[in-house]
């Protein structure tokens, strides 16, 4: 990968990989969830080899999209830590929302929309996991009453319609921001983007010498 | 268990277009099943299972009539006994035959993710086709009466077709024909729910005086039906229900939430691509480079010295 001189590391290559793996289940299992759901769209199941195998294969997706998520979840989850900055962040969000980010709070490595998609997810992975099983028929299908059935079954549709649209957010974000993208396939931002986005990330890597993505703990130390 | 039908539906499972219903000209069945007439020979479960080429494995005894214990995908319909009672201090001995109940609002088609795998015939029989079934066991969530069962073999849901095969060609369902006293019968809707209705008057008249017509208005009456000599208490029957309607996290799930989620993803996706169209991206500006390398040199990063070349090529 040519790679250009003097840009600063976002993502790791570990956790891009790890990313990518999510992202991947999580659009096999779209797809694969909302055949099920409503028949408009029972046509998607022929991308998985009709509805049987759509059946089967789905949950298996969810499995490892539970463990991959997990890696997310460990890599990201200190830096999503709620800073009383993001509400002023949040309260200056129709700046952001025009391109206009003077005047708009510094922000650290991720910010509150971010850190909104961060956290949603990481309740909603569980979530769908867990009332995935009670309707895992195939293994589980005996285990819990059909009431419970019921209610897990409507749990992990709002559920996933909830995933699904905060997928949008954070797809359509990415697309939004300018090197975004880049910055989760080769890993890379330059130093002017991590200034006009991440001010207080990009000053705490100028500070500490470290070209990212994490601050040098021992300051200038590593050069 | 089969298409080859001479019929047409009413009903086909995750289908919005209107299905082929040309051919109509068929009254509505219905089986009659007089309670109080069973003397629980089980002569309709070896019916049923020789018609339908059902052989379940031999279970073990649980210590009651029932046998086997419960409906499963080998065994499409079971007497339930139970030893009931009365406010007298007598005995009675309750059987019902249980199985599907072919509701005309059939919670499980209405549950159903998978085009033509449950439909409902012309004459009100709901029934399963193996070939469509993925097997999800959304069916089994949606059925009042606890009916449909998945296999562990095949992955497929079973339960009673009402013998729809035998019925297409102008004959009762097995059990029907087996029965040897007449508590179960078969015919037009009407003529079953007037039959009850004389035999109703006979029963109340020999002191059972809630004696009844089975046929829940919850899923708009059903395409079986019991007579029972407490149709008050349809509880005592191994758990009939009261009053079985489809449960409403099913038809709030198959209902409202289907337009409304489809409608609110593409909100989202609309308003990513209006915000495209009237923000615009947010682009890095020479500006921001520039502030940021005025930074990294400041913190005497060695690599700034040399990074002009690359950000006006990006720029």
């Known amino acids: 990968m040519t790679r250009p001189y003097g840009t600063l590391t976002r993502n790791a290559t570990v956790t891009r990989i790890n990313h990518w793996i999510t992202a991947a289940c999580f659009i096999l299992l779209m797809l694969s969830g909302l055949s099920m759901f409503d028949p408009v769209l029972f046509w998607l199941s022929n991308l998985f080899g009709g509805g049987a195998w759509t059946r089967m294969i789905h949950p298996w997706i969810g499995v490892v999209l539970l463990i991959s998520y997990s890696g997310l979840i460990i890599q990201f989850w200190r830096d999503n830590l709620w800073t009383r900055n993001d509400l002023a962040w949040l309260m200056a969000i129709d700046k952001v929302l025009v391109n206009k980010e003077e005047g708009v709070p510094e922000v650290a490595r991720f910010n509150a929309g971010q850190k909104f998609v961060f956290w949603s997810m990481t309740l909603l992975v569980p979530t769908l996991f867990f009332t995935g099983l009670v309707i895992w028929e195939y293994y589980f299908g005996t285990y819990t009453s059909i009431p419970t059935q019921r209610a897990a079954l409507l749990i992990h549709s709002l559920g996933a319609i909830a995933a699904i649209i905060i997928w949008i957010v954070h797809v359509y974000a990415a697309i939004w921001v300018r090197g975004s993208m880049r910055a989760m396939t080769q890993g890379y931002v330059t130093p002017g983007w991590a200034w006009r986005h991440h001010r207080k990330w990009f000053r705490a890597l100028a500070t500490t010498g470290s070209t990212g993505p994490k601050p040098n703990a021992n300051g200038r130390s590593e050069k | 268990m089969s298409n080859l039908q001479s019929q047409d539906y009413i009903r086909i499972s995750a289908t919005t277009t209107t299905p082929p219903s040309a051919r109509n000209w068929e009254d509505q069945v219905s089986k009659l099943i007089d309670v109080t007439r069973c003397i629980g020979c089980k002569a309709c479960q070896a019916a049923c299972m020789e018609w339908n080429n059902l052989r379940d494995e031999v279970g073990e005894f649980h210590g009651t009539y029932d046998n086997p214990l419960d409906l499963d995908p080998h065994t499409w319909t079971v007497m339930k006994f139970t030893e009931h009672e009365n406010p007298k201090g007598d005995l009675e001995w309750l059987i019902r035959k249980d199985g599907c109940m072919h509701c005309e609002d059939p919670g499980c088609l209405k549950a159903c993710p998978a085009p033509g795998a449950i439909v409902q015939y012309a004459n009100g029989i709901v029934d399963f086709i193996s070939e469509n079934c993925i097997g999800c066991g959304y069916c089994v969530k949606g059925c009042p009466f606890d009916i449909p069962r998945i296999s562990e073999v095949d992955h497929k849901s079973y339960k009673c077709t009402l013998c729809s095969d035998r019925v297409a060609v102008g004959l009762e369902p097995a059990c029907v024909k087996a029965c040897p006293t007449g508590a179960i019968m078969f015919g037009s809707k009407k003529d079953m729910t007037d039959w009850a209705g004389e035999r109703i008057v006979d029963l109340k008249s020999r002191g059972f005086e809630n004696a009844g017509l089975y046929d829940p208005p919850g899923v708009q009456g059903t395409h079986v039906m019991y007579v029972l000599h407490h149709a008050d208490t349809p509880g005592i029957y191994a758990g009939l229900p009261e009053n079985p309607k489809i449960s409403s996290t099913v038809e709030f799930w198959k209902g409202l939430i289907k337009p409304v989620a489809l409608a ?41 010295e040399g990074r002009d070349h690359r950000t006006e090529h990006q720029a």
């Open chain 2, 264 to 304: 609110g993803i593409a909100a989202a996706a609309v308003s990513g691509f209006l915000h495209w169209i009237i923000a615009g991206p947010n682009e890095v500006q020479p500006e921001d480079e520039e502030e940021a390398k005025h930074v990294l040199q400041a913190n005497g990063f060695p690599e700034a």
